[in-house]
C-alpha cells in the first residue's frame, strides 16, 4: 500500500512538472526571429505585430515576411482577437526590400521563383489590419502598410516608391495601391521619380487616415483595433469584403469603363 502511494506521488508531482513547463511553453508562444509579437488593448484583443531588425531599418527579408505570415495565421485564429496592428520603430516602418537578398538574383530566378508572392498576407487577413508608420516606409515598406486596412502615421513619417532608382519597379502592388490611393497624377509621380511624401502629404492625398506625434501613433492604433474589437468579428469581416469589394468594383468601371 505504502509503494502504491508512493508511486501516485510520484506521478502527481511528474504530472504538474509537466503540466507547468507545458503551460509555460504555451504562454510563450513561438520564437521568432525578426518579429516582436504580443497581445494589445485593456482586453489583450488587439494583435500586435512589431518589425524588429532595427539595425537594416525593418528590411523586409524572406524570413521576416515568412514570420509576419506565421503570426498573422495565428492572430487571425485566436477567436479573442479582434484587429491586428502592424509597425516597425521611430526610425522606419520599413525601408524596403532587403537589397542585399535580392542582389545576387536574377529575373529568371525571381519571375520563376514567384519572388515576393508570400508578401501578399497582408492583404487576405479577414481580420482588420492597421499600420503604425513611424520613420520610413519606402518601397516595399509602403507596399506593405498599403495592404493594411487602415493607415496611421506619426508626423516624421515618410512615404515613398523609390525602385526606379534601382532600376526596377514596384513589385509587391505597389503601382495599384497606391494609385487607387492618391490618384494617377501623384502616383505617377512618385513612382517615376522615387520622391517621397510626408506624413502631412500623404493624409491630404488619401493615403493616410490620421497623423498623430510619433510617441502617440502606435497607441492611437491599438485605441482603434480596441474599438474595432468591440464589435462582432463576423459582421466586421463582413464589412471588410464589402468595402475591398467595392473598391475592386470602383477600379474596374474607373479603368475599363466598357465594361
Not at 2 to 21: E, M, P, Q
Not at 104 to 125: H, I, M, P
Not at 153 to 169: H, V, W
Not at 188 to 201: F, N, P, Q, S
Amino acid at each position: 500500500m505504502a509503494a502504491v502511494c508512493r508511486a501516485a506521488l510520484r506521478l502527481a508531482v511528474h504530472g504538474r512538472t509537466y503540466g507547468s513547463r507545458l503551460f509555460r511553453e504555451y504562454s510563450a508562444g513561438p520564437s521568432y526571429q525578426y518579429i516582436l509579437v504580443e497581445r494589445r488593448g485593456l482586453n489583450q484583443n488587439v494583435g500586435f505585430i512589431q518589425l524588429n531588425r532595427p539595425k537594416a531599418l525593418n528590411a523586409l527579408c524572406d524570413g521576416l515576411m515568412m514570420e509576419i505570415n506565421e503570426a498573422l495565421d495565428s492572430f487571425e485564429s485566436d477567436l479573442q482577437i479582434g484587429a491586428i496592428v502592424i509597425t516597425g520603430n521611430e526610425k522606419a516602418f520599413a525601408a524596403g526590400a532587403d537589397i542585399k537578398e535580392m542582389q545576387d538574383r536574377t529575373f529568371q530566378e525571381c519571375y520563376g521563383g514567384s519572388f515576393l508572392s508570400q508578401w501578399n498576407r497582408v492583404s487576405t487577413v479577414k481580420k482588420p489590419v492597421i499600420a503604425a508608420v513611424n520613420g520610413f516606409a519606402l518601397g516595399g515598406g509602403c507596399e506593405l502598410a498599403m495592404m493594411c486596412d487602415i493607415i496611421y502615421a506619426g508626423d516624421k513619417a515618410q512615404f515613398g516608391q523609390p525602385e526606379i532608382s534601382l532600376g526596377t519597379i514596384p513589385g509587391a502592388g505597389g503601382t495599384q495601391r497606391l494609385t487607387r490611393a492618391v490618384g494617377k497624377s501623384l502616383a505617377m509621380e512618385l513612382v517615376l521619380t522615387g520622391d517621397r511624401i510626408t506624413a502631412k502629404e500623404a493624409k491630404e492625398a488619401g493615403l493616410v487616415s490620421k497623423v498623430y506625434p510619433v510617441d502617440k501613433v502606435v497607441d492611437e492604433a491599438i485605441a482603434c483595433g480596441e474599438k474595432i474589437a468591440k464589435n462582432s468579428k463576423l459582421i466586421v469581416s463582413m464589412a471588410k469584403e464589402a468595402v475591398n469589394g467595392g473598391e475592386k468594383i470602383f477600379t474596374l468601371n474607373h479603368f475599363f469603363p466598357h465594361i
